[in-house]
């Protein structure tokens, strides 16, 4: 691939961030607050938006309903557009109410599984309002002990609920199903594998796909391998980016690991077309460091392993692949990875309008100081919120 | 459900064994070789015969080809039935041959997987001459660097293999295809979890099943879960029991987690007629213990944990979970498992004309002192023989 | 080991309750409140009170600070004492405050170590005037992200710190060092595993003793293991019961895997003498059961495991241990985990004053209809109150 | 660090390869034979005198007895120095023989255990005729089931035997002791964790130090946390160097997780003049690609992991570290991970009179092709010869 290529497939390639991840969050022991921190879903956008301004990659953005509830979503979606960003994935929470003690769609009581699926037909109807084309759906669903409930049966539940809400979609709109190997306390959760949410997805019809957080596997997952393995399907929706070391840690995506979110979006840049559709949506928090800095230090180590995906020589790789030339195909691959990609990226922001250096451009804009006094006053949103 | 319909059930629980367990197995580092190991597929027979004899549950016998090959199938098929057994499944190895260094059905070089596919086929013609109704199928296959081969084009290469052996399958026969989480030295498994092997299954045709080896998972994944997802789904093939702390250890089924063992076979019990055609298959090595008594205490060891399942109190359980009542069902299925039911089972072994205590019986036998004698001279079976 | 003997041993095993478990607690997700839940460390006194008087097992309470903080320690200690009760360990919370967000005992703000310290050594003061000889630490340092601080000096401001509240305890007091595996969003722990703390432990003296988490532990790792070891080193200091399926779950010791229980109680029981000193401790959230149940569920759980490893047949063991009997040995232990030993444990409870079937006992008592009621105003108690 | 410390710096990281790694290696199902591989221990120092002329950095190869096995030592030494080599660490095996079934040092059969400490005592005769001065133990010890043996007096029986080995070793030698979290179908190891391994070498004396193989660690578990640790106490004797994906893969290190292998020697280069006896050493299998250049590119991993962490702004890490900057701290340290060092080491390895790209220059060499043809007839050594 030409420079030129790469540069041209780094410009196209957009990352949205999310909502929640510019408001306060924490662990179940403590959320330690941060100054300047949003109040509501228009000071997100704004911090959304100084984020793409400086980054020239994150024009859109993903809401949680109620986190981001506002009267009239109208005006929301106009405020985004006047910010230069748009309304990405909308995300319906089923896990803050007492009603949701024993699961949402997967619950043994009729009456909340109607209540979880009216939220999210009621999410169908503020994504149009938002001008949203995707449905993103995580669920909180499982038990915490063997015989609680049963296991068979809250599949059923889950595919009932789940058809509701795929028929009162709009044709453009795409249901982004998720899984997740396990939530604290829990014996199993209801959509723990890649190979549940496929199969739901099958059954509901071409306009669900899978959703793949990449925090939310067993140790030792190939990731990789399922994201080119829903690709071959093509039924890969999109990623919820963030890093983890052991649990679902939600830290900032290549942190932790920055060789497998290469290898990950490796698989991507490799299947070429098939990937046109995926989503790349940051899902994490940012318990302990500056959020906006956090979040556009996220967007670059995307931006990163994608360049030295992009750098691999693929014809070489192919050829010494096919000739079982195992060390001399991992070495092509090495070499991409070992190759300093800063000063590329940094152009191809700067090529964007963006900036070459994000984190030191919004230091010397003074923003957060200016937030930390606007919002000195009133209730930060956060986790919980 | 009462103690009759319990012992009816567990009269009616089959569990095959596998001709290479009564064979010398060990570790990469060494082969514990024992005496009195069968030296050839008859004398792994004969031992079949003594456990089954013993237990009077385990009739059946799957073989490995070509460790089991013989000139004769029409002859070894007759045997079998001559010790009251019929030959189970048939395993055709796919990872002992140097032609198979970068995997057999997903390597790079067409003559490798052309080798693989007449290999499967050549065992679909033994298994009509056994009388075998079932192919069962793990493969080697992998990578163990990154980039290495293509993930993807892997898969196309294993779905195109399979569909030629799919296709030479008599009517009568049922593909059962295994899953495997990792292989020591892998970067990847081409068929790493139960998804891949479900998605192949489901694009072959309604012949082919998933095949559970219980320990072929990620640590902490919830088995049974995935047992009560393919018996909905109706593409549970069967099981290859045994169990594991670490590893893909092929202990003894439960002895390292008799727990659960017991929430497995709940899953069977509580699906009724859609486990009707599951397939109970040990798949185990007994490097350090005498191998005779270890298949017999393993055939005990799913006969206790089903024999606790089928004691839960199903009514009462459904009742408790459908009320929200977590620890009221949590407690119905802990009391079976609390239960001591050795003296259930033994009584259900001698009903079928087996013996109560297998172990103390093969002891008082003389058998192994026998063997030991007997089989003094010549090559023992073994791993890699 | 005689009836008689197996009961004396049962009689004299006193399991620890901990006063959060009667509170609320939750996920970072939730906290659903119950009904009935203690508004004070006074009202969790009252239901372990209800819990020692059914189970005749639990008459010690753990406390926290400054959860459990009132303004007279001797008039709560009195309380206790009034209710059959004692307070058994002191926890200081070093989680809950802004000071606290790189961490306590290793953060790199000295004002922040000196105010952990400080609070550490008010809990010793506050554990005199409670009568407690325990002060049980567990701290929520370390860092989220490689090179966010040395973890080599945060290793010697841990021990610097130690030092000073080991130096302020009494001759009569333990210090018990808990460990952990991981946090969420960690990338490191500062006390991550049992080495970590015997270390500490050994250099600060004989007063200091390493505390067992169960649910505090990398996946696959044998915990039997550490605790005959530390047995052996006579640095077990005690357990923190609770169990898991994935991460620190926090569930009813037993639940999850209750095999593992009695490999450890078995241990405990194989050490004799050196285990006399050893604390049971239950340290476990209630989420979405009731807490009372839930907690006396759990000592009987331990009092099973108990039982089952107290009825091993120890010299035949031995035996077959010395002898290398594999199978022999492994069927010894394994006989006496599938013994039926809820009769024999019941027993015991009613020999002690207590009741066969206490969580029968509880729900027929009112008691938890009485505290519906009474404290039905006012704040509850909880997870971050 | 200036250029010319971190050249200076890099000169002296001296990499010991081991010799049965230019052997055949495999897993339990296949070894996977490859051309030209050496028949004994001369002709593997033959192949080590390459990877050192090549990389010029690796003077030292590790031997295995009784892999390694000859009839006069001395002439070994004498052909080690001949080739520019010298003799490194000697390991005795003690696991391919049918004595230790039940493990060596801790089998119940005490007659074994006299036969591992004889062979050990042999070793340390050995390694005083072979110049070396390290005796590096590993032990195959552990139960595959729970009950099998005394876990507890199993440690008793360790220590007794490493005493009396320890006692015999000269005073110039230490004894590097590894743990090793499972091996496949174990239910334990009796050196499992690094906690182990270091009472027992507190409890030797300060000839012993702890050896910490990459590969053999619980998932999950941060290594470079445990290297600090050991620094701090100043007992880190060395590393057994590979990578891993799940199990004990025994890959080339820095192939799986290149990330880890930088933070690990960030530890060491931060430890400056604690980490100065530290011995670096490969162990690892090359079961599918050729074996000198996957030394040879093991070595470069270790170099450019190594040249990274130099390159790690030390004092302004340092600040940032102190003043709690977690995300600047954080980009301090990914900078240099971000860095393409391979210019840097390859003018390293020039001046240290190797080649700037070895791999490449060993295949223009020509020596694969004549080893092919000279060793093609006798028995090539390998795992289990």
Redesign the interface.
Known sequence: MSEAQVKNYLKNLKIETPSWGYANS?????V??QPGVPRNAFEKLDDAAVVHKLTASAPSVAVHIPWDSVDDYGSLAKYAHEKGLRIGAVNPNL????D???GSIAS??PRTRAKAVTHMIDCVEIAKKLGSDALSLWF?DGT?????????KR??RVFESLKQVYQAMPESMTMLLEYK????????TDL?????S??HCLELGPKAQVLVDTGH??????I??IV??L???KRLGGFHFNNR????????VG?????ELF?IMF?IV??GNLAKDVAYMLDQ?H????KI??IM?SIMNVQ?ATAKALLVDQPA??SA????D??G??????DA??????PLVAEVRQELGGEADP?KAFEESGYQKEINESRASGQSAG??A
């Open positions: 924490g662990t179940r022991f403590k330690f607050a896990f803050q109410e007492d949701y003690k024993l043994p009581d909180p915490n002990y063997p015989g609680q409930d049963s296991m068979f599949q059923d190997f396990f939530e604290p306390a829990f014996y199993h723990p594998d890649w190979g549940t496929y199969v596997h067993a140790p030792g997952t190939n990789e391998y080119a393995f690709l071959r399907q070391n052991y649990a679902d840690d939600d830290l900032m942190s932790a690991d920055p060789f290898l698989e490799s299947a928090c318990n302990i460091e500056p800095p956090a230090r990163e790789l192919t692949q096919e000739s079982g195992v060390l195909a991992h070495a092509i691959l090495m990875f070992a190759t300093d990609v800063r984190i986790w919980g």
